[in-house]
T-cell receptor, first 111, second 112 residues
Framework: KQEVTQIPAALSVPEGENLVLNCSFTDSAIYNLQWFRQDPGKGLTSLLL?????REQTSGRLNASLDKSSGRSTLYIAASQPGDSATYLC??????????FGKGTRLSVIA | DAGVIQSPRHEVTEMGQEVTLRCKPI?????LFWYRQTMMRGLELLIY????????DSGMPEDRFSAKMPNASFSTLKIQPSEPRDSAVYFC??????????FGDGTRLSIL
């Protein structure tokens, strides 16, 4: 059974810092991996989707990498801003099966 | 694009009552997912549909939970009878064939 772990559970950084969020998964036979953002009281917004054949994806200040063989992904946020404060969730899919989510990392960017 | 629409946004009811949560997926999406989110267990898949047909309901916790998708534009998740441990945020998501999924804003359910 696939399990997804995110470390740390919470992170607080000053504005302007670059930061890395970590995600690990137990079964490396994945179809794709997604990073989501969740704001308080809101649903999830998809940030980046990496197919199993890809190594990374970039969108603006966000860069997600995937090392399938080691069961790891990282989300890099450059020049963090207070508006980046949210919970970030990692999720993996194996084939056509639904997503399995980690519990998320709660990020606070302090102005 | 209206996005995935869930109702109600908040529901507070007494134990034993029937609860019905509603979801309108994005037009054209043929996959629909119901999730439950709690602090302890995170986000868990309850059930998902492809082309209005339930594919996997192994995440439905008990027989008290049931879900239907009578047509491509509407789904319900019903809990009868409700219990305090059902308190959580319930999310609906839809997708054009699996990925990526688009989420609604959720229904915050409190069972007293």
């Amino acid at each position: 059974k696939q399990e997804v772990t995110q470390i740390p559970a919470a992170l607080s950084v000053p504005e302007g810092e670059n930061l890395v969020l970590n995600c690990s998964f137990t079964d490396s036979a994945i179809y794709n991996l997604q990073w989501f953002r969740q704001d308080p009281g809101k649903g999830l917004t998809s940030l980046l989707l990496i197919q199993s054949s890809q190594r990374e994806q970039t969108s603006g200040r966000l860069n997600a990498s995937l090392d399938k063989s080691s069961g790891r992904s990282t989300l890099y946020i450059a020049a963090s801003q207070p508006g980046d404060s949210a919970t970030y969730l990692c999720a993996v899919s194996s084939g056509n099966t639904p997503l399995v989510f980690g519990k998320g990392t709660r990020l606070s960017v302090i102005a | 694009d209206a996005g995935v629409i869930q109702s109600p946004r908040h529901e507070v009811t007494e134990m034993g009552q029937e609860v019905t949560l509603r979801c309108k997926p994005i037009s054209g999406h043929n996959s629909l997912f119901w999730y439950r989110q709690t602090m302890m267990r995170g986000l868990e898949l309850l059930i998902y549909f492809n082309n209005n047909v339930p594919i996997d309901d192994s995440g439905m916790p008990e027989d008290r939970f049931s879900a239907k998708m009578p047509n491509a534009s509407f789904s319900t998740l019903k809990i009868q009878p409700s219990e305090p441990r059902d308190s959580a945020v319930y999310f609906c998501a839809s997708s054009p064939g699996g990925h990526p999924q688009h989420f609604g804003d959720g229904t915050r359910l409190s069972i007293l």
